[in-house]
């Protein structure tokens, strides 16, 4: 799968690609939603297996290294972000 | 309203407090919690203060009575509300809340069945488990030390069981291949030889109980299906449960066939939903992991059990209150 199309920002549809590809596209939930990037990962239909899949593909391909308590810490697309955007920067 | 099938799950779902905030609000499940509590004596009572109390579960005989409690509760708040089970599914110990649930054995029978196996588990060797992101057949090149598959879950999660020597090596061999695992909240090495010569222990209790055939559809992770009816009666059966492996998606792959359910976990985790889903069948759960404070489980419970009771939400007007809560659908638009 190719990487991000915009290289300088990992997006929200970075990661719900991410996710999708990992553990499948939860149907019913309207992923285009405002308010998606509030909802926690458990109900848009992710477990903590399908994030862990995500923080290791964003190591092997984006060379993040996010902290493995990362699935606790960052139970939402904007928490997963932020965290994601600060271990860019740095 | 249309019939559910429940979904009952094993060790894992924990958290500590979990439904706590129901305790005292809910009627039914507050019943319930008490007959149950009530029945394993003063057990129970050392539970109830954990419980109550907010802190971690850490054996067998914690996990267990209690994770068995919370969801024969939760099953018959989902009762309460007038909705009907058209099959029950069980995995681990939510086998023996399904055996209540589908009239193969009495409460009573089994909390006790219930305690004499946390008991005897929680003196077997220690060990715990492991999930890993792949299929059984890709991970069992890279189990060592012992460790086997405990669970097959579906095509992209396999729980492995062992001795913590085991689990440390299995770990490092998956890291090599590249393969993502998590530690699973279990405190011993279920679904596998570890726990063999405990569960042979717990025989002669469960043969002094009458099993009956179930009245209700029952899909079994041990049987990775609906198990015959005269292996459904036999003692043996469920005595051996706790070191037989899951078989998950089996048992999900045979839901499909008893008709198309909306499919509630009745317990405090999502992860059962979540495979459901995989399998293209619509799935809620009713408190969805959701450790938090009371009024989120409160509020998580009502959605659900909305959810449950007006049906799809799709078929639903766009105003309807709870008309996005959050349905799992399974992935590539497939539906029941």
């Given at each position: 799968m190719a990487m991000s199309e915009s290289p300088d920002r990992f997006t929200l549809a970075d990661l719900l690609r991410l996710l999708s590809e990992s553990a499948g596209i939860p149907e019913g939930i309207d992923l285009e939603a405002e308010d998606v990037v509030d909802t926690p990962f458990y109900r848009l239909g992710y477990d903590s297996l399908a994030l862990l899949q995500v923080t290791g593909r964003l190591k092997r391909e984006y060379g993040l290294l996010l902290p493995d308590t990362i699935v606790a810490d960052a139970p939402t697309p904007r928490a997963l972000l932020t965290v994601i955007a600060h271990a860019r920067a740095a | 309203m249309p019939p559910v099938a429940l979904l009952l799950p094993g060790a894992g779902a924990q958290y500590p407090a979990m439904a706590y905030g129901l305790y005292r609000y809910e009627p039914a499940f507050t019943t319930a919690m008490d007959t149950v509590l009530e029945m394993l004596g003063s057990a129970g009572e050392r539970l109830y203060r954990l419980w109550s109390s907010g802190e971690r579960l850490r054996t067998v005989a914690e996990v267990h009575p209690l994770l068995f409690a919370v969801c024969h509760a939760l099953s018959e708040t989902v009762r309460d509300r007038g909705l009907r089970p058209g099959?029950?599914?069980?995995?681990?110990?939510?086998?023996?809340?399904?055996?209540?649930?589908?009239?193969?054995?009495?409460l009573s029978d089994a909390v006790r069945l219930v305690a004499v196996q946390a008991d005897a588990l929680a003196e077997a060797p220690a060990g715990g488990a492991l999930a890993v992101a792949a299929a059984p057949p890709a991970v069992t090149s890279f189990l060592r030390g012992g460790a086997v598959v405990a669970a097959s879950n579906g095509p992209g999660q396999t729980v492995v069981s062992g001795s913590e020597f085991a689990l440390a090596a299995t770990r490092r061999a998956l890291e090599v291949a590249g393969l993502t695992w998590m530690r699973v909240q279990v405190p011993a090495g279920l679904h596998g030889p570890l726990v063999?010569?405990?569960?042979?222990?717990?025989?002669?209790?469960?043969?002094?109980?009458?099993?009956?055939?179930?009245?209700?559809?029952?899909?079994?992770?041990?049987?990775?299906?609906?198990?015959?009816?005269?292996?459904?009666?036999?003692?043996?059966?469920?005595?051996?449960?706790?070191?037989?492996?899951?078989?998950?998606?089996?048992?999900?792959?045979?839901?499909?066939?008893?008709?198309?359910?909306?499919c509630a976990e009745v317990g405090p985790g999502h992860g059962l939903a979540v495979q459901a889903r995989r399998h293209g069948h619509r799935a809620v759960s009713l408190l969805d992991g959701c450790v938090g404070a009371p009024h989120e489980e409160r509020e998580r419970l009502r959605q659900a059990l909305d959810c449950l009771v007006l049906g799809d939400p799709e078929e639903r007007t766009a105003d309807t209150p709870s008309a996005r809560v959050a349905w799992l659908r399974p992935p590539g638009g497939g539906s029941v």
């Open positions: - | 099959a029950v599914l069980g995995q681990s110990v939510g086998e023996l809340v399904a055996a209540v649930q589908t009239g193969v054995l009495p063999a010569e405990a569960c042979r222990e717990t025989l002669p209790a469960f043969q002094a109980s009458v099993f009956a055939v179930p009245h209700t559809p029952l899909l079994s992770g041990t049987a990775g299906g609906r198990p015959e009816p005269e292996r459904a009666v036999d003692p043996e059966f469920w005595a051996l449960q706790p070191s037989r492996p899951v078989l998950l998606d089996a048992a999900l792959g045979q839901l499909a066939t008893v008709g198309a359910l909306l």
